[in-house]
């Protein structure tokens, strides 16, 4: 398997612009989660899908986020209008969780990172 | 709120030391404690994982222990080597929806 795969890898855009970041999970991975990772912060979870439907979105900083999860291989978060403090890495991660699995471990993605200028 | 704390921010060492790696968390309702290790540039990769019920986990040079009681976890690296020079991350999972409250991470450099 190819692992989680991330794109854009590298993204500089303006402020006010619309951005995407895309994410495919390792296949028949059933959650889904995207991070967000700052020197300040660290890293921190915007939003959980288990099985395609947004579990916990408590972290999506306001509503210029957004995040779907169309089918069970792919998922968007889209920051619109960007604005230079939403600039970080963004990554994606899946996990196979059966009921409340005690062996969850997350695979992350290389990430995606992103400059508003 | 959790939060999982982890000191010193960087640490180096010279090649072929044992060293420990702290973590703190203040949320004894713990579900698992999960350690990763982060390369510039590159994603997070699972290290270890230990469940709420186990005391430590081993996987070649690495060891990593969990005391519930405490608060506290440690990644012990033995024969310390310049390949294992990379950011180690600690992360708490209570339960609420697999949720992971992440440290900061230790920035490790081996010194050949």
């Known amino acids: 398997d190819a692992g989680v795969i991330q794109s854009p890898r590298h993204e500089v855009t303006e402020m006010g612009q619309e951005v995407t970041l895309r994410c495919k999970p390792i296949s028949g991975h059933n959650s889904l989660f995207w991070y967000r990772q700052t020197m300040m912060r660290g890293l921190e979870l915007l939003i959980y899908f288990n099985n395609n439907v947004p579990i916990d979105d408590s972290g999506m900083p306001e509503d210029r986020f957004s995040a779907k999860m169309p089918n069970a291989s792919f998922s968007t978060l889209k920051i619109q209008p960007s604005e230079p403090r939403d600039s970080a890495v963004y990554f994606c991660?899946?996990?196979?969780?059966?009921?409340?699995?005690?062996?969850?471990?997350?695979?992350f993605g290389p990430g995606t990172r992103l400059l508003v200028l | 709120k959790q939060e999982v704390t982890q000191i010193p921010a960087a640490l180096s060492v010279p090649e072929g030391e044992n060293l420990v790696l702290n973590c703190s968390f203040t949320d004894s309702a713990i579900y698992n404690l999960q350690w990763f290790r982060q390369d510039p540039g590159k994603g997070l990769t699972s290290l270890l994982l230990i469940q709420s019920s186990q005391r430590e986990q081993t996987s070649g040079r690495l060891n990593a222990s969990l005391d519930k009681s405490s608060g506290r976890s440690t990644l012990y690296i033995a024969a310390s080597q310049p390949g294992d020079s990379a950011t180690y991350l600690c992360a708490e999972d209570t339960g609420a929806n697999s949720k992971l409250t992440f440290g900061k991470g230790i920035t490790l450099s081996v010194r050949p």
């Open positions: 991660a899946s996990s196979l969780r059966f009921g409340r699995s005690i062996q969850e471990t997350q695979y």
